[in-house]
């Protein structure tokens, strides 16, 4: 309705542009025209006036000739649309005039004395008593010279009512077109063409979604856009051609494990592996938040590395994730039974959502998930917070993910259920309780502490319990497994088989392996290709100029380095001072978790660290460092890696850390250098990145500096072998790693 609105609006305004335009003409014409035959008759009365009262001038004493000339003008000057007449002696002064004739016009001397002087007739437009009106001057004369002066005043009234009413009979037939032209071009528009594209829409959609393509049939359904149809006709036919062919070479690589995995190679993995079993995906973040923006409801994607990995996985399998809706707008889009289809344009599985109170979101998720938790399991010298209440809500919690779980597979034999990440910990044990034939896998997307570290939480053993309830519990790499197992095995009266890496535990086993998360990466035509001039562009508008430019993309949080990052950067400009004013960094900071203190606490630091070394070292033209605290997606930041000469990983502790990954998906050129953090899971995988200990501002500085002096050829080289690295280990393969060792218990 909005695109015809607008239609209508361009066309009436183009009408009404149109028709003022020869109403203005119109107007002018007309105004012409009466002006010119009002001048015509004043002429005609003066010179007829002329021939009677100059005699007098000439033959008249000064007493008779008053007289006689009011005679003359009194007998004139009821004539039709003349409001009097005026005579004058050589003086300008006035000797007769008719009654009633406004004394601002007959005191006017100066157009007097002015047609006197110049001896021509001066006539103009006067306002007098709230009326128009037009006087006309002429010199009278004797045989030798001027005698006085005739002026003759006439109602010009008329001429504006007229011109009023042309305007108001124009706009009015205005009016009616704009009324008959809006009607008919809605009618137009709405039933004739915007029918036909939202059919033309739909049938396109349909295909897209692998409908069939009898949606395209040319019966007349389409009218003048038949040809197009035709003509995509032709196009979904070799779409579905080609996509039978991804299927078919899917199926052919299934057991070939020297080829890359791809959306298409998992989906058919899936069917082969599942037949037909559905996937359920827990998590406390949803991959799709709504909210309301100047009144209406928009989308984004959060920032989070758990659901840069799992969408791709769930978009290829299909089912359904169960996530918080944490969108002020989350309830306006879901449907009775709070569930939604995502993505938004192209929906390939659903979504449903689960309805958390702001208290249970301040104990479960602010409190205890991320003040006690996190700081638990990341070796970043904050300490947790353990509190009575928050331990209660993040139980609490738990069990209303397991009931909208339970509620969703109630008719599903063997389920398998996939749960995602710390805040779920205690979800496998509930539901295996009800549920022992489901199949459960939980990934700790996170590091795993040593024993002793996580031996200060109060609650180790119910989160403990609550996990081993899985049958597959995954960790990023070996070292998480192997804290894991040892945990255990200190806190926990139970069997560790420490050669199959198996927990028992009252009867269950519970398998712990490392999955190497990683993106949808594949090195084929089918990733996304990023254009540097617009990563360029970017640059251009936040001012960025230099020769050289940095660039990190992090959540703002305490585990990511940001302050340890800030201070390698300005060591780095002391050290080598020729860098001034020829190197950038542009930090990318999310907003994260600004509710908790701790996060809104660093938060203000990291700003006041950058002001600092910024005010170190800028220039008029150059800061160091821009910050910029805005969540982007990762159609904005992919032209940014393309166009970064170094991008900069130098978290504290990480479990994995996809950025660094990304950087290497985005660099199809193979050029760019990694600088990454030794604490990071990303580090086994990615042997071409530079390697620095975030906390020596003087090994980050070196690694900044033998990043930007280092040959192309040796670039190529890193980059070639990171990329090959992600490619063969994608997330693609990640989920069908994690799937078949979670069914393959049964």
Not at 457 to 470: H, K, S, T
Request: proline share 4%.
């Amino acid at each position: 309705m909005r695109y015809i609105l607008t239609i209508i609006g361009t066309v009436v305004l183009a009408v009404s542009l149109v028709a003022l335009g020869f109403s203005f003409k119109q107007v002018n014409q007309e105004r012409a025209t009466l002006t010119t035959n009002l001048e015509q008759r004043a002429s005609l009365l003066s010179d007829s006036l002329k021939e009677s009262v100059e005699p007098y001038y000439a033959n008249s004493s000064q007493a008779s000739l008053k007289t006689s000339l009011q005679k003359i003008v009194d007998k004139f000057a009821n004539r039709e649309r003349i409001v009097g007449i005026a005579l004058y002696d050589t003086q300008g002064v006035l000797i007769a005039s008719s009654m009633g004739l406004p004394k601002a016009i007959i005191g006017n001397g100066g157009i007097v004395s002015e047609a006197m002087d110049s001896n021509k007739f001066n006539d103009n437009f006067l306002d007098a008593d709230g009326e128009t009106r037009y006087v006309h001057v002429d010199p009278l004369h004797n045989e030798e010279s001027i005698v006085g002066a005739l002026m003759v005043v006439q109602n010009a009234g008329y001429i504006n009512t007229d011109i009023n009413q042309i305007w108001k009979g124009n706009l009015l037939r205005l009016l009616i077109q704009i009324i008959i032209f809006s009607i008919t071009i809605f009618i137009i528009l709405r039933f004739f063409v915007f029918r036909q594209v939202l059919r033309l829409v739909e049938s396109a959609k349909k295909v897209r979604m692998g409908g069939v393509n009898e949606a395209f049939k040319t019966d007349g359904k389409y009218s003048f856009f038949t040809p197009l149809a035709k003509e995509i006709t032709y196009i979904t036919k070799s779409l579905s051609q080609a996509r039978l062919s991804a299927k078919e070479e899917a199926r052919m690589r299934l057991e070939k494990l020297d080829t890359p995995w791809t959306a298409e190679r998992l989906s058919e993995f899936t069917k082969a592996h599942l037949k037909d079993r559905p996937i359920f995906v827990v998590s406390n973040r949803e991959p799709y938040e709504h909210y309301n923006l100047k009144g209406k409801i928009d989308y984004k994607v959060p920032a989070s590395g758990m659901i840069t990995a799992i969408e791709p996985v769930v978009e290829a399998c299909g089912g359904t994730w169960i996530a918080w809706g944490s969108g002020d707008a989350d309830k306006q889009t879901v449907d009775k039974d709070n569930k939604i289809k995502v993505p938004i344009q192209e929906p390939k599985y659903t979504l449903k959502r689960i309805w958390l109170s702001e208290k249970e979101v301040d104990g479960f998720y602010k409190g205890f998930s991320n003040e006690a938790i996190w700081p638990l399991c990341h070796m970043v010298h904050t300490r947790p917070l353990f509190r009575k209440e928050d331990w209660h809500e993040y139980k609490k919690v738990n069990e209303i993910f397991a009931k909208n779980v339970l509620e969703e597979i109630k008719d599903v034999p063997n389920p398998l259920i996939l749960i995602q990440d710390f805040h779920l910990a205690l979800l496998p044990h509930i539901i295996k309780i009800k549920r022992p034939d489901a199949q459960i896998g939980i990934f700790w997307h996170i590091p795993w502490p040593s024993p002793e570290a996580f031996g200060v939480c109060p609650w180790r053993n119910e989160i403990l319990q609550g996990m081993l309830g899985a049958d597959i519990i995954g960790f990023h790499i070996q070292q998480f497994c192997n804290n894991f197992i040892n945990t255990v095995g200190k806190e926990m009266e139970s069997l560790c088989d420490l050669e199959q890496f198996a927990v028992t535990y009252r009867n269950h086993t519970s398998y712990i392996k490392s999955f190497p998360i990683s993106i949808a990466f594949t090195g084929s035509d089918n990733d996304i290709l990023y254009d540097a001039n617009t990563g360029k562009k970017f640059l251009e508008k936040l001012d960025i100029h230099t020769k050289y430019v940095g660039f990190g993309v992090d959540r703002m949080d305490y585990t990511k380095g940001l302050l340890e990052r800030f201070k390698a950067i300005e060591f780095f400009l002391d050290t080598y001072p020729t860098y001034k004013e020829n190197f950038t960094f542009l930090q990318i900071a999310s907003p994260s978790r600004e509710s908790v203190p701790k996060y809104k606490q660093f938060s203000e630091e990291v700003i006041k660290e950058a002001e600092r070394i910024n005010d170190k070292f800028k220039t008029k033209t150059w800061e160091p460092i821009v910050l910029v605290r805005k969540h982007h997606s990762h159609e904005e930041l992919g032209p940014l890696f393309k166009v970064a000469d170094v991008c900069m990983v130098t978290s504290l502790h990480d479990g994995m850390n996809l950025v660094a990954k990304e950087y290497v998906a985005a660099r199809d050129d193979e050029n760019g250098v990694l600088i990454l953090s030794k604490f990071t899971g990303a580090v086994r995988d990615l042997k071409g990145a530079i390697i620095v200990n975030p906390y020596s501002a003087e090994e980050t500085s070196e690694a900044i500096n033998t990043a930007l002096n280092m040959t192309l050829p040796e670039k190529q080289k890193r980059m070639k072998k990171m990329r090959e690295a992600v490619k063969n280990y994608n997330v693609y393969r990640w989920s069908a790693e994690f799937i078949r060792a979670v069914t393959n218990l049964s």
